[in-house]
């Protein structure tokens, strides 16, 4: 299929599947975070990996952890490949801190130091709030708000008190206006939105800078597919975004960069909404978003 032109800036490369990119054009130095040490939760697909790849185009080692230690190995292989820099997967479990104590002790002692935090771990799914369980909105809060607490308190208790550092949060739009079938997901961003002002503000005296990516609709994401972004796609109803598209992972990871570097170097308990304008203007259209739903129960039965 041949992508349409568009108006405006070039897109950068990007693929829709969890590999790396077969070709790279930097838009920063690409030692813009030389020798830098980058732990990236989350970090074995989606989002997550492209960050990981283009933080080590750019002379960065990291380490990627989450649960799933094959798909880690796997993720680690194809970034060290293509970038040349160190990559070590770490198995670890966000709502559970001495298990993120073990990995970042894991990270200094084979790396010697570490540099950004990228909370980028997350849980989500469409349910209108009448049909979610309690538990199922608790599971979303401890994966996305208490996860990013957890890991942001460890990695600055034993390094980033005493040597400064970067954190970035993945956050979303989502709790900006209500959006419909998404009340676990948007509260759980809302709050760390909110943490992340906190924590630039009490960590700020230690050299240690916190801010937000909030990304939109982003293609090639599980995200992306599991709440309906390829079926919205192909019913052209990106045209209510202003830059009428869906972003990529390699402009959310670019965005990332930006925050964890140099470049940022004066911003801190900031958000960066990249979203091409779309909680802006995007339809909340509830009835649309509850066929979506059911649909999506009634392929899973």
Known sequence: ?????????????????????????????????????????????????RIAEIFMRH????????????????????LSAASGRRCIPLCLDVRQPESIAAAVDETLRE????????????????????SLSFNGFKTVIEIDTMGTFNTSKVVYEKWFKNHGGNIVNISATLGYRGQGLQVHAGTAKAANDAMTRHLAVEWGPSGVRVNSVAPGPIS???????????????DAEFQSIPLQRAGNKTEMAHCTLFLASKASSYVTGSILVADGGSWMTSANDISVLLGFWSSEKKRDK
């Open 111 to 130: 790396l010697g130091r570490l540099d950004i935090l990228i909370n980028n771990a997350a849980g989500n799914f469409l349910c209108p709030a009448d």
């Open 220 to 234: 090639g994401t599980e995200g992306f597919r599991r709440l309906g972004g390829l079926s919205r796609e192909a």
């Open 59 to 78: 002379g960065c080692d990291t380490v990627i952890a989450s649960r799933n230690l094959d798909r880690l190995k796997e993720a680690a292989q194809k």
């Open 1 to 49: 299929m041949v992508e349409p032109q568009r108006r405006g800036e070039p897109v950068p490369e990007d693929i829709g599947t969890d590999d790396c990119l077969t070709s790279y054009t930097h838009i920063y130095s690409p030692d813009l975070l030389k020798d830098q040490v980058a732990f990236i939760t989350g970090g074995g697909s989606g989002i997550g990996l």
